[in-house]
């Protein structure tokens, strides 16, 4: 069995699509574990008209997602263990096809593509720059996003969600994953991702915490000569939405100091002359 893990918070109005999408897999021996993180709306009413002996609800204090995600890891009766956001849908064969990777490869942890939508722009296909296959342990593996992960549950029982990290907790788990099990990467989308304006993705200064965090974690480790060009890339990105010249400006300065990079170098002399 398998068991999927959704987190949830006042998401009333999204949160049958993200549960209907795992109860209309092609898999059924399934079990949902809805970990509501103290909403506040209709979630219950919404989940309780769900009537479907497969899900799990439970309901929290409001401790944020991360939190919300080691509930239902703790829960989880399933051999393996895979999580959806309550704002996202998974493709109805997904978990079919991780299972035959299951079966064919053996791998520890699966990850996939995400197909992510947002006010900016549809259709953006968000993942690794890989053919599929097992990554490489000194390789980056930015671009998995937690709807997309899979995994044994020894692998989540021994490597959880860092509670203190307000975004990126994917990629902090993802650095940690690396270090002791085998990652299959399934270069195939697999789930659409939709991002709100008050969803977790979008909130900036959560970024910038985050960032700070895990150079704090990882930086004395062997694997920081990649997780410092991957900060490096988010803060360049962070100065696209900055609130004035001097933040862009001080963004940038960070991204070059973890990594030097030409084309960072010229966006910060086109901001300082104001011509960017």
């Not at 970990?35 to 008209?49: A, L, M, P, R």
């Not at 900016?120 to 390789?139: A, D, H, P, Q, T």
């Not at 991002?195 to 200064?205: G, L, T, V, Y």
Request: aromatic residues 10%.
């Amino acid at each position: 069995m398998t068991s999927i893990i959704i987190p949830t918070f006042n998401r009333e109005k999204s949160i049958y699509k993200s549960v209907s999408s795992i109860l209309n897999q092609t898999i059924n021996d399934i079990e949902v574990i809805v970990v509501d993180d103290g909403s506040t709306d209709n979630t219950y009413e919404v989940i309780s008209n769900i009537h479907d002996d497969r899900i799990v609800y439970i309901k929290t204090n409001h401790l944020g997602a991360c939190n919300a995600r080691n509930v239902g890891i703790n829960l989880a009766k399933g051999e393996y263990i895979a999580f959806n956001d309550s704002d996202d849908e998974w493709f109805t064969t997904k978990l079919e096809e991780y299972l035959h990777i299951q079966r064919v490869y053996s791998p520890d942890f699966i990850c996939s593509s995400v197909l992510s939508n947002s006010e900016r722009g549809e259709g953006v296909i968000k993942g690794l720059n890989i053919k599929s296959g097992f990554l490489k342990k000194s390789k980056t593996a930015l671009g998995c996003s937690t709807q997309t992960f899979f995994g044994k549950k020894t692998v989540f029982e021994e490597e959880s969600f860092d509670i203190n990290m307000p975004r990126l907790q994917d990629y902090d788990l993802m650095i940690r994953l690396k270090k002791k099990f085998n990652i299959y990467y399934y270069n195939k989308v697999l789930v659409k991702q939709y991002i709100q304006n008050d969803s977790i993705s979008m909130a900036k200064d959560k970024l910038q915490i985050s960032l700070g965090l895990i150079e704090k974690k990882y930086s004395k480790v062997d694997d920081w000569s990649y997780i410092k060009k991957d900060l490096s890339r988010f803060y360049s990105m962070l100065s696209n939405d900055a609130n004035s010249k001097q933040e862009a400006i001080s963004f940038l300065i960070k991204s070059i100091k973890l990594n030097v990079k030409f084309k960072t170098i010229i966006k910060l002399l086109l901001v300082q002359l104001n011509l960017r």
